[in-house]
């Protein structure tokens, strides 16, 4: 089955600065990487997702890449604001699959003022 | 964009006592929709799969007879707890794909359900 590692587990930054979170992906067959954002006590909200078959897209001060070669993509956030404190999770998956997600383990960001 | 509603957002019970969390698509349907759980500072874990109509698919490692989920209609999916015990405290999430949704993904997400067992 597909397996999923994030890096770092925690991050901290200056505000201003820049966040990049990593993450590899065992399976190749997988086509699909959102990334999504949990605040303390509620669900994920997706914030940025990419399919296979584009190398990069940006939402304003967000962005991932990916390298479907080295199966690995990462989130880039500009910018950092203090509201960008939170986990971030990233997944994949393929439609063969049955659309399950498979998560990394995530990484608490710390945007300190 | 599509809302995924979960309620109760938290719960107390006693040990020994069931549970239901709810899981509804407000202004989509969904013809799958997936359980998580998710302890204390870790992942996401999948419980199971859940599709109108038939029974659900558990992973590996998950109880069926523990965790009841039953998905009646396209927009509301639930799951029981049945004779919960402190270690079913956790915080459940549900998800739910668009019926029709040609591509992996497009799922969204509850807000969760916080489940204490005393």
């Known amino acids: 089955g597909e397996n999923v590692e994030q890096h770092p587990s925690t991050l901290s930054v200056q505000e201003g600065d820049s966040a990049v979170i990593k993450c590899t992906y065992s399976d190749s067959a997988s086509n699909y990487f959102p990334w999504y954002k949990q605040e303390l006590g509620k669900g994920p909200q997706l914030i940025i997702d990419i399919r296979s078959n584009v190398g990069e897209k940006k939402d304003q001060r967000i962005a991932v890449t990916l390298n479907k070669t080295a199966k690995h993509f990462s989130l880039h956030i500009t910018e950092t604001q203090p509201e960008d404190s939170a986990v971030y999770f990233c997944a994949a998956t393929f439609k063969a699959a049955g659309n399950k997600l498979t998560f990394g383990g995530g990484t608490r960001v710390l945007v300190k003022p | ?118």
């Open chain 2, 1 to 118: 964009g599509a809302v995924v509603s979960q309620h109760p957002s938290w719960v107390i019970c006693k040990s020994g006592t069931s549970v239901k969390i709810e899981c509804r698509s407000l202004d989509f349907q969904a013809t799958t929709m997936f359980w998580y759980r998710q302890f204390p500072k870790q992942s996401l874990m999948l419980m199971a799969t859940s599709n109108e109509g038939s029974k659900a698919t558990y992973e590996q490692g998950v109880e069926k007879d523990k965790f009841l989920i039953n998905h009646a209609s396209l927009t509301l999916s639930t799951l029981t707890v049945t004779s919960a015990h402190p270690e079913d405290s956790s915080f459940y999430i549900c998800s739910a794909r668009v019926a029709g949704a040609l591509q992996a993904g497009e799922l969204f997400f509850g807000e969760g359900s916080r489940l204490t067992v005393l």
